[in-house]
């Protein structure tokens, strides 16, 4: 079992940067490949990048260049650094585990409880 605690999540203006954390439970985190989702209102939830055990990353096509995913297994925790914010970046941010990635885009295994980022204009 695993539980996930985001942070990081607030008000920026637009071309701001925010840092999330998402900090994990349990002594096998290095074992998880881990996910960034978002959540816009009356929008479906989608992918946004992840990063396997070994360090490789998957960006979806409208963050990339942008954000960077990266994780510090000693710490436990998973980041999304997000840089040049746009306001159709505003949504809610999930942070998600799974042991057995089958897919970049999922089923993931775990969730948080999400963190909100909201990019003015």
């Known amino acids: 079992q695993v539980q996930l605690v985001e942070s990081g999540g607030g008000l920026v203006q637009a071309g701001g940067s925010l840092r999330l954390s998402c900090a994990a439970s349990?002594?096998?985190?290095?074992?998880?490949?881990m996910g960034w989702f978002r959540q816009a209102p009356g929008k479906e939830r989608e992918f946004v990048a992840a990063i396997n055990r070994s360090g490789i990353t998957y960006y979806t096509d409208s963050v990339k260049g942008r954000f960077t995913i990266s994780r510090d297994n000693a710490k436990n925790t998973v980041y999304l650094q997000m840089n040049s914010l746009k306001p159709e970046d505003t949504a809610v941010y999930y942070c998600?585990?799974?042991?057995?990635?089958?897919?970049?885009?999922?089923?993931?295994?775990?969730w948080g409880q999400g963190t909100q980022v909201t990019v003015s204009s």
């Open positions: 349990g002594r096998t985190f290095s074992s998880y490949s």
């Open positions: 998600a585990a799974v042991a057995l990635l089958r897919s970049w885009l999922g089923p993931y295994n775990y």
